[in-house]
């Protein structure tokens, strides 16, 4: 099993933010080094298209490799590398996980290898927090009672008409697991209608009509997407500086 993150330098959220220094460690270099911990990884790739990103991963020790500026995804990008190196599974580990826990990458492979049919899944978490719950840059997810997602969204769902945030109320968490036949077809189906509406990938599989088995969190992260959610990386490593 190989675990790749794919990273590019133009975020448009955050420009750079790969390389935005948590306690004096790059992003990325703290991403790269979460996923090697984890026992079910054999391999641990970062995927960029800017050497300003791979320098620092190859200088802590890590693996980089050069792949394609016109990539629309990180899925792309991960597709790109699954074309030249082989595995049974492919973890794709969002480049703005600094705090990923190795548990839950464990988790998810274990998913994978229990349940043959399992094409894709990724992670998600419990929302505690009524701002998280209302911030479009979180992604929410609901399930059905088999674990399978039914749909992702900016928005806060599942809608409570009698007000409140609902207890069953779920984050989604940027890693994926993929088998390689299903990631190769994947990356080369079009980009869906609700894709380009709410500008999550995901989508894509749920409207061509594929199965997302959601694995829950055993520890739930920082996901940096913003400014203020880069602070509170900070805040949250000691970092002194932020």
């Not at 699954?82 to 998913?111: H, M, N, R, T, W």
């Not at 998280?132 to 997810?141: L, M, S």
């Not at 080369?188 to 009509?209: F, N």
Request: overall charge negative.
């Amino acid at each position: 099993m190989i675990a790749v993150v794919p990273a590019r330098y133009g975020s448009s959220r955050l420009p750079a933010k790969a390389l935005a220094e948590i306690a004096g460690v790059p992003m990325i270099v703290r991403v790269w080094r979460q996923a090697s911990k984890a026992k079910s990884i054999a391999r641990v790739i970062v995927a960029t298209d800017d050497e300003r990103i791979a320098a620092p991963v190859r200088a802590a020790g890590g693996e980089a490799i050069m792949t394609s500026p016109e990539h629309a995804s990180g899925t792309d990008r991960l597709a790109e590398v699954a074309s030249k190196i082989v595995a049974d599974i492919y973890l794709g580990v969002q480049g703005d996980q600094p705090f990923i826990a190795p548990d839950d990458l464990d988790a998810l492979a274990e998913a994978m290898r229990a349940d043959a049919s399992i094409q894709m899944a990724t992670l998600a978490t419990p929302i505690i927090d009524h701002l998280e719950w209302t911030d479009p840059n979180k992604v929410k997810v609901v399930c059905s009672a088999d674990c399978h997602a039914l749909y992702f969204s900016r928005s806060p769902i599942p809608h409570a008409r009698d007000g409140g945030m609902p207890k069953e109320a779920l984050r989604h968490i940027g890693v994926y697991a993929y088998r390689r036949d299903f990631l190769m077809k994947f990356a080369a189906l079009p980009m869906g209608v609700l894709e380009s509406i709410e500008k999550l990938e995901q989508l894509r599989a749920l409207e061509h009509g594929y199965v997302i088995r959601v694995v829950r969190s055993v520890a739930p992260s920082i996901e940096v997407d913003t400014a203020d959610d880069l602070s509170r990386a900070r805040e949250a490593a000691g970092d002194s500086t932020r």
